[in-house]
């Protein structure tokens, strides 16, 4: 079985830091897809990314940007220059190809951007 | 294009009653996925419908069930509710071709069991 695991529970930093949060995965399948959504205090999920096993191209959008490391089996969150807005619990989550649309979401990192 | 929709937001029963949860995808969605969110399980996949079929199922208890109308729209339903049921449940769905596994979720139901 697949397995999402986001060590950090809890982080804090000051406005306009960088900061990465940390996402290691466990699967035996080859084919896979991951994604990071954020849960801002209204509750709703909002997609962030995702990324196919084949695709280890890093990737930036805006002040987000993503590493994956198939060898490690990671897929790392860097906000640069953080913002209050940022505020949120991200969450990391794994599909299997061929699964359907069952995700197997991380514990959550919860990030508190303070002034 | 309008987002995710849950029906209701919040909801107060009681131990032993049945509760019914609704869903409307994303205009062109075919496939509907419910997850549960509580302090202790954290997310957890209920299960997915595809074109009014279950193509998927978490490790839930029978009590919990779902079914998808031609028109994409789903419901959950949880019978005999139990204090542990208290969660946000959540409901998302995605499209079909190259994106076919983005799910895009609600803004959830809160169901609070006394």
């Known amino acids: 079985a697949q397995k999402v695991t986001q060590a950090q529970t809890e982080i804090s930093v000051v406005e306009k830091e960088d900061v990465t949060l940390d996402c290691v995965y466990e699967?035996?399948?080859?084919?896979?897809?991951l994604f990071w959504y954020k849960q801002p205090p209204s509750g709703e999920l909002v997609f962030l990314i995702r990324?196919?096993?084949?695709?280890?191209q890093n990737e930036i959008s805006g002040r987000y940007s993503w590493n994956f490391q198939k060898s490690t089996s990671s897929f790392n969150f860097t906000i640069t220059a953080s913002q209050v807005v940022d505020s949120a619990v991200y969450f990391c989550?794994?599909?299997?190809?061929?699964?359907?649309?069952?995700?197997?979401f991380g514990t959550g990192t919860q990030l508190k951007v303070e002034l | 294009k309008a987002g995710v929709t849950q029906t209701p937001r919040y909801l107060i029963k009681t131990r032993g009653q049945q509760v019914t949860l609704s869903c409307s995808p994303i205009?062109?969605?075919?496939?509907v996925s419910w997850y549960q969110q509580t302090p202790g399980q954290g997310l957890q996949f209920l299960f997915e419908?595809?074109?009014?079929?279950?193509?998927n199922k978490g490790n839930f208890p029978g009590r919990f069930s779902g079914r998808q109308f031609s028109n994409s729209r789903s419901e959950m339903n949880v019978s005999t509710l139990e204090l542990g049921d208290s969660a946000l449940y959540l409901c998302?769905?995605?499209?079909?071709?190259?994106?076919?596994?983005?799910?895009?979720f609600g803004p959830g139901t809160r169901l609070t069991v006394l």
């Open positions: 998302a769905s995605s499209g079909t071709g190259v994106a076919y596994n983005e799910q895009f």
């Open positions: 699967t035996r399948d080859t084919t896979y897809y």
């Open positions: 990324r196919n096993s084949f695709d280890e």
């Open positions: 989550a794994l599909i299997l190809t061929g699964g359907g649309n069952k995700l197997t």
């Open positions: 205009s062109g969605h075919r496939s």
């Open positions: 419908y595809f074109s009014e079929t279950q193509r």
